[in-house]
């Protein structure tokens, strides 16, 4: 068996999908991983609590420190290079990283996204934005995708989706928070924990899912 994969988790705020990997790991259930690194946008985000409290080591590269995202995805790629990281998660981190990121890490960084792509995905479509924008066009089923990350917005090869529906009366909180109990906090600590245990195929534009003991 090949030593545990050191991951790495990106946030830019509340970091409750950081919340479930932490909670996953206690329970032992990161199967081949450990959480190694967190590391924030922003100084403020509350997910660098949960990782202080966690016991993770933590890192903020400001935004707002960089000229461009390409300039933060450089400064990114060598730390968590320098880290000796395995699987870079994104986990509600709210900036687009550039080509320097995937050829640091290819097939190697997950994203979590708060939709059932290819519906309601790519640029511009983050956070609360997705679910209004699903309520707008009337969906009666959303959900979320964890998929790895290519040069193309939320285009990367999908691991893992679940369906959740859509109520009478939805706001887009109410909807944010449904997607994210019944979908998001499931799929992806599973995601890393195939990940992390070498059961992801990638095949083109297919992930094949092998088998294994448990997951
Ligand atoms: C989550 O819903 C995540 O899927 C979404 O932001 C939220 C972050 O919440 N990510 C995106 O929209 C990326 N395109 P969290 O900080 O509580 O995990």
Redesign the pocket.
């Given at each position: 068996m090949s030593a545990e994969k050191r991951v790495a988790v990106l946030?830019?705020?509340?970091?409750?999908?950081?919340?479930?990997l932490i909670d996953a790991q206690s329970r032992g259930e990161l199967t081949g991983g450990r959480l190694a690194a967190v590391v924030s946008s922003s100084a403020d985000?509350?997910?660098l609590q949960r990782a202080e409290k966690a016991q993770i080591p933590t890192y903020v590269l400001p935004r707002g420190d960089y000229s461009s995202n390409q300039a933060m995805t450089v400064a990114l790629a060598e730390l968590l290079q320098g880290l000796d990281i395995d699987l870079v998660v994104?986990?509600?981190?709210?900036h687009i990283l550039t080509g320097e990121m995937i050829q640091a890490f290819p097939n190697a960084i997950l994203?979590?996204?708060?939709?059932l792509i290819p519906s309601f995905?790519g640029e511009g479509?983050?956070?609360l934005?997705?679910h209004r924008r699903a309520l707008e066009r009337g969906v009666k089923v959303t959900g979320?995708t964890v998929h790895f990350v290519n040069e193309e917005?939320?285009g990367g090869p999908i691991i893992l989706q679940k369906a959740v529906d859509v109520l009478e009366g939805d706001t887009p909180e109410a909807l944010?928070r449904r997607?994210?109990e019944q979908a998001?906090w499931q799929l992806l600590p599973r995601a890393v924990s195939l990940f992390c245990q070498g059961r992801l195929r990638v095949e083109g534009r297919t992930v094949h899912i092998l088998e294994g003991g448990s997951a």
């Open positions: 946030v830019s705020g509340g970091g409750t999908n950081l919340q479930a985000a509350f997910a994104l986990a509600g981190f709210m994203n979590v996204h708060p939709a995905c479509f983050y956070g934005r997705v979320a917005p939320d944010q997607v994210m998001e």
